[in-house]
């Protein structure tokens, strides 16, 4: 197919002609998978990831509580506690999961404020009586 466009220049109008290839039987290259448009789907309208992720950050710290918990046994009642290593470890898990709770509060919080910025009404009132 052959077409022509006409472009208007500053002193007169040009004519350029332009051909097209006309592919009869090409495949397309493009893919995109279903779970990309699921993945999506969740992490577009929903905070509840938020609410997971501080949920996560609350189960590493205890997690980590329980390792300092453990360490502290191995170290009082047994001799087979690592020196030095095990508290640099314990701080770095629980420091972790600090940041992850804080993550998630500061996501949540993000996330009230885009739901307030859409000026949703709070309620609809569907019909009135005699007002």
């Given amino acids: ?49 938020l609410r997971i992720a501080t949920y996560f950050g609350i189960g ?12 502290l046994y191995l170290r009082l009642f047994t001799s087979l506690s690592i020196p030095g290593i095990s508290a640099v470890i314990l701080t770095v898990i629980i420091l972790g999961g600090f940041q992850i709770i804080f993550l998630g509060v500061m996501g949540e919080y993000i996330g009230r404020i885009y739901e307030s910025s859409k000026n949703r009404p709070l309620y609809v009132v569907r019909n009135t009586k005699n007002i």
């Fill in 60 to 71: 590493i710290v205890g997690l980590g509580m329980a390792g300092g918990l453990l360490i």
């Fill in 1 to 49: 197919m052959r077409y022509k466009a006409i472009t208007k220049s500053q002193t007169q109008n040009i004519g350029v002609s332009v051909s097209f290839l006309m592919l009869v039987s090409a495949i397309s290259r493009f893919y995109f998978p279903g779970w990309v448009l699921a993945l999506d789907a969740i992490f577009s309208f929903s905070d509840t990831l």
